[in-house]
């Protein structure tokens, strides 16, 4: 076994490491988090402007209905209308997945921030343990 003075020395370091590891887990942790609030946030937006084209396309549904004249103009910007469609459900599609990528991120750098804290927690206690032997040891020898 290692003497207790470079024991405790070491565990001592350990804890200062761990404690840098720790907060760099923390900060990837607070940036992923912060990612997939902006990936909700674009999703929501996505979604939005999709209920804003149904909003749309029945105002011109209501045109198209009311005005014979002019109806043949109407229909032609119902079709255009309809073509952005399928962009839009594409985005909204993409949206969806970049904000399903980004809470899985947020999660996997949750879990090595948990896991980087136990670590770092247990360094702590070997210190507290190696410091009270090293203690006790010199206690003796006095």
């Known amino acids: ?36 609030r902006h990936a909700a946030d674009a999703f929501a937006a996505r979604l939005a402007a999709l209920e804003q084209h149904a909003r749309q396309r029945q105002r011109v549904l209501t045109f198209c209905r009311r005005n014979g004249r002019v109806g043949a103009q109407w229909r032609a910007t119902l079709r255009a209308h309809d073509a952005r469609l399928a962009g839009l459900q594409l985005q909204l599609s993409e949206a969806r997945d970049a904000h399903a990528a980004a809470r899985a991120e947020a999660g996997f750098a949750l879990r090595a921030w948990q896991v980087e804290q136990g670590r770092h927690d247990d360094a702590k206690e070997r210190v507290r343990l190696a410091s009270a032997r090293h203690l006790a040891i010199d206690g003796e020898n006095a």
Do not use: C, I, S, T
């Open 1 to 36: 076994m290692r003497d207790p003075a470079r024991e405790a020395a070491f565990w001592r370091l350990l804890v200062r490491v761990r404690g840098l590891r720790v907060r760099r887990k923390l900060r990837a942790l607070a940036d992923a988090r912060r990612h997939e």
